[in-house]
């Protein structure tokens, strides 16, 4: 989760909202990624969603059944909906996001074979993202 922050504030420099994502397999990062929706002028470019990408062609396979996803902020239900596709084996978030994170949605968004982990270094990122917003705001 410590190379997740790293990558959330990399978004945070780039004045991008700060959410940084890596991805495990076999212990090793396989893949980062941060948010660049206003860099790339792409509202898919996602942190999770840049990292899947990365993992994908890392591996060169589509699924990640044997890879943990490590990022700051709970996943969007886009972010969920892509890494159900991937069958990534994983996901630990620091941060809930309370208005559009995954775990709103009232049915399971994630592969059932998939396993929650919530709440790691949820203070180190939640004080980044409330830095970010007090920032935008003044």
């Not at 504030?9 to 212990?27: D, H, M, R, T």
């Not at 208005?99 to 592969?111: A, V, Y």
Request: proline fraction near 2%; charge should be neutral.
């Amino acid at each position: 989760m410590n190379e997740a922050l790293k990558q959330a504030q990399y978004a945070f420099e780039e004045g991008e909202v700060p959410v940084g994502a890596v991805i495990v397999s076999k212990n090793s990062v396989i893949a980062k990624g941060y948010n660049q929706t206003e860099k790339l002028n792409d509202v898919t470019a996602h942190a999770e969603m840049l990292a899947i990408t990365s993992a994908a062609n890392y591996l060169g396979a589509k699924y990640l059944i044997d890879c943990r996803l490590y990022v700051t902020l709970e996943p969007c239900m886009m972010c969920g909906g892509a890494l159900f596709w991937s069958q990534i084996g994983e996901v630990h978030f620091a941060a809930a996001d309370l208005k559009r994170g995954f775990m709103k949605n009232e049915s399971q968004i994630l592969h059932p074979k998939t396993k929650i982990f919530a709440g790691t270094l949820a203070i180190e990122a939640e004080l980044l993202l409330n830095s970010f917003f007090k920032k935008l705001r003044n």
